[in-house]
């Protein structure tokens, strides 16, 4: 089975404060995600890579950076919390192939709260 | 603008009385309309891909179809545990690691 394991599930951070939300998948897959998830919204992509030191801003990048320095490694970065950014965050892995058709597998999600 | 719509928003069904949830696309170029459930306070877990108009795919209780302008999540007789959000999401044309996810539909079964 596809493991996507996220470093928190919960986390309470300050304004202000520089967070790290850490992914990690264990089936070699070339792409890796990261969304959040709002009420009302569904998910919006904030970042994405499609290979090691590669990145691409998603929909929503403003204030988030990200980090691949290894195939299964991708860090979330918010450079500065704010209460905007109070969300759940989900870490997603799928592999290139089929065309792209491939699904994406999920992590447990890390809901962050900022104060 | 791409956009995905999910109706209805939330579902309240008696176990064993079948449904149909909706979703609604305006990406043109189809490449895959995936549909996910996701349970409280977890992430989001794959049900089915479908890739062409006339397209069914079936997993237990549920039947997924797609036409040219929706999707439908058909679910039989189902059971309190089939109780959870369910996520429709469309593949970009463009740019195939992009996917419009509509808001989910909450569906809950009472036994």
């Known amino acids: 089975d596809v493991k996507v394991t996220q470093s928190s599930r919960y986390l309470v951070k300050r304004t202000g404060e520089k967070v790290f939300l850490e992914c990690v998948q264990d089936?070699?897959?070339?792409?890796m995600f990261w969304y959040r998830q709002d009420p009302g919204l569904g998910l919006r992509l904030i970042y994405f890579?499609?290979?090691?030191?590669?990145?691409e801003k998603g929909d929503i990048p403003e204030g988030y950076s990200v980090s691949r320095e290894k195939k299964e490694r991708f860090s979330l970065i918010l450079e500065s919390a704010s209460t905007n950014q109070t969300s759940m965050y989900l870490c997603?892995?799928?592999?290139?192939?089929?065309?792209?058709?491939?699904?994406?597998?999920f992590g447990q999600g890390t809901r962050l709260t900022v104060v | 603008e791409d956009q995905v719509t999910q109706s209805p928003e939330a579902l309240r069904l008696q176990e064993g009385e079948s449904s149909s949830l909706n979703c609604s696309y305006t990406v043109s170029g189809l490449r895959g309309l995936f549909w996910y459930r996701q349970d409280p306070g977890k992430g989001p877990e794959f049900l089915f891909t479908l890739y062409s108009a006339g397209e069914e795919k079936e997993k237990e209780r549920l039947k997924a179809t797609l036409t040219k302008k929706e999707s439908f999540l058909h679910i039989t007789a189902p059971k309190p545990e089939d109780s959870a959000t369910y996520l429709c999401?469309?593949?970009?044309?463009?740019?195939?690691?992009?996917?419009?996810f509509g808001s989910g539909t909450k569906l809950n079964v009472k036994p």
């Open positions: 089936m070699d897959h070339e792409n």
């Open positions: 997603a892995s799928r592999p290139t192939g089929r065309g792209g058709r491939t699904e994406a597998f």
């Open positions: 890579s499609y290979d090691v030191k590669m990145k």
């Open positions: 999401a469309v593949q970009a044309p463009d740019n195939f690691n992009k996917f419009y």
